[in-house]
């Protein structure tokens, strides 16, 4: 830009000796890197190396962006996800799963747009530095007066955009996660939602959060553009007003200003679209500073994490023993009592009672998934507490009734994406699990893709491929928690199979509704209200005609 003075000197007096005058640094580049008689020669030629450096800085910038954007937001998400791996069960299940999808999904790429847009405005800003240098050193007192008047738009704009910019935010961050909430139950839900003919309510929840996130998102375009049409407006005033005020004071000096206004006309279309941006930026980086608030809180709050470390477990001996051990999933409110059991290597163990009972809540215990909130539990004499739980885990094989099946084939489900197995050892767990026949009578067998949850098998085929994946890892403990109370008798006659051919080498442990299920265990433990009532095998517990009689006449 500086370039432009001497240029519009030399076209508007030509026989001027002098058109460097005032910005003699000009004078001296054009000198040494042009040493041409033509002035205008030299000064084009510069303005087209200065053009081609900026396309190519241009080009550079935007691949250093794209760049930056796209590590930044693999790291965010990449983060938040092993957060989220890292917090404990129970931190878990409190929270919905729509909100932790939004902040990882959404938030994460706010948060990569607000540092992208941090630097962003950082360059407009240097460039706005350079120009009004420039001018400064052409004009000071013109220059002064226009840094007056821009000053006092940026502190309106500061004073309005950050009351309402920010409460945008917020308001679109709390409307976004509403609606990553109901899109997550509706998918989640869609049986019953068609079933209970209730797809009209979802979509009314959902259009309310979208309604407000929609208002929300025009009042922020809307804000967002204001600054831009009220700088032009500026700008064009000023200018307009500088040439009318030279006209009118100075209409015999008038010409010899034209070459400094033109510069000034051209440093305005320069800096305009970068004070618009400055502009823009700032408020977006307000109305996504929610967003960064959102991550920053799921990256550092202070929440209970999964235990790490201790001592590791390579195989179990002996026993399983509870001692007084309660559980609450919040104060005051017990799920299990004064807990007293033992669980015995080679035994098939049973807990049986009504829904609500604790015995899934018994079973994550078992897990290290929970922890007591009184009493302890040992495993081969040790405290579970003291146990590095992933090698406990590695000692245990789960089958439950909602068994985790994703869109994959069935070799991949059984091998839960572990390659370390080879062919033989996953025909083989099939095999022990009665699945294999139905695998092998699929069309593409092994390499068959199931759907999403599963959907392209019945339910005793799941629960048949969720054995086989509980086998695969050869753990000395099999739970088994409801893992046929959703089947049909057929079903769970193949999955009851599947069960007395592994307890011969395995420790089982069997949550059940139906007693057929648990009728020949070693040892079934009835639960009532969080605490046991009665212990012993299924002929001597229907004589005693006690709870378990009571559930055996339920139908059960």
């Known amino acids: 830009m500086a370039i432009l003075l001497p240029l519009f000197n030399s076209l508007l007096t030509p026989s001027d000796n002098t058109i460097f005058e005032g910005v003699p640094v000009v004078a001296t580049i054009l000198k040494v890197l042009f040493p041409f008689d033509d002035v205008i020669l030299s000064v084009f030629i510069l303005f087209i190396a200065i053009t081609i450096l900026k396309t190519l800085t241009g080009i550079f910038r935007e691949w250093l962006k794209s760049y930056a954007s796209g590590t930044i937001l693999y790291s965010l998400k990449k983060r938040l996800l092993l957060r989220y791996s890292e917090l404990s ?29 941090l630097s962003e405005g950082f360059s407009e800003g240097l460039k706005i530095v350079a120009i009004v240098l420039v001018l400064a050193g052409m004009q000071f007192k013109a ?39 109901i899109i ?15 797809r009209e309510r979802w979509l009314k929840k959902f259009d309310r959060q979208s309604s407000i996130f929609t208002k929300l998102y025009i009042k922020d375009n809307i804000w967002f553009s204001i600054p831009k049409y009220i700088m032009e407006l500026i700008a064009v005033s000023l200018v307009f007003g500088v040439v009318v005020y030279l006209k009118i004071m100075y209409p015999s000096q008038f010409s010899s200003y034209l070459p400094l206004i033109g510069v000034f006309a051209f440093a305005m279309v320069k800096l305009l679209p970068s004070m618009i941006n400055i502009g823009r930026i700032r408020m977006e980086l307000l109305s996504n500073l929610p967003e960064l608030e959102n991550v920053h809180k799921a990256l550092t709050e202070e929440l209970h994490t999964r235990r790490k470390g201790g001592q590791a477990v390579s195989t179990f001996n002996n026993s399983i023993e509870f001692s007084n051990v309660s559980f609450c999933y919040r104060e005051g409110v017990d799920v299990l009592q004064n807990i007293d059991l033992t669980i015995e290597k080679g035994k098939v163990t049973a807990f049986v009672g009504a829904s609500g009972s604790g015995k899934s809540s018994l079973i994550n215990l078992i897990l290290g998934l929970l922890e007591p909130t009184k009493g302890g539990i040992k495993v081969d004499d040790v405290p579970l507490g003291t146990i590095d739980i992933e090698s406990w885990n590695q000692r245990i094989g789960l089958v439950s009734q909602d068994n985790f099946i994703y869109h994959s084939t069935v070799k991949d489900n059984i091998t839960f994406g572990d390659d370390s197995f080879n062919e033989e050892e996953i025909i083989n767990a099939a095999k022990v699990a009665n699945a294999h026949d139905f695998i092998f009578d699929m069309k593409e067998g092994y390499e068959t893709i199931v759907g999403e949850r599963g959907m392209k098998l019945s339910g005793g085929q799941q629960q ?69 009532v009665e212990a012993g095998l299924h002929d001597e517990l229907i004589k005693a005609s006690g709870s378990y009689y009571k559930l055996s006449q339920g139908g059960l």
């Open 89 to 117: 069960y129970q931190n878990i299940i409190c929270q919905k799963q729509g909100s932790l999808i939004y902040k990882c999904n959404v938030s994460s790429k706010m948060v990569a747009t607000f540092l992208l847009k």
């Open 464 to 532: 048949r491929i969720s054995i086989a994946r509980a086998i695969l890892r050869r753990p000395d403990i099999l739970i088994f928690d409801e893992a046929t109370s959703a089947l049909d008798n057929i079903s769970e006659q193949m999955v009851q199979e599947a069960i007395q051919n592994l307890s011969e080498n395995h420790t089982i442990v069997l949550i059940a509704h139906r007693l057929s299920t648990v009728k020949d265990a070693d040892k079934i433990i009835v639960l009532n209200e969080g605490r046991i």
């Open 184 to 198: 997550n139950e509706f998918l989640n839900g869609i049986k019953s939602i068609i079933v209970f003919n209730a």
């Open 143 to 181: 220059t002064s007066f226009a840094i007056i008047i821009g000053l006092c738009f940026y502190g309106l704009s500061h004073y309005f955009s950050k009351r309402i910019s920010y409460n945008i935010g917020k308001g679109r961050v709390a409307s976004g996660t509403s609606q990553n909430v």
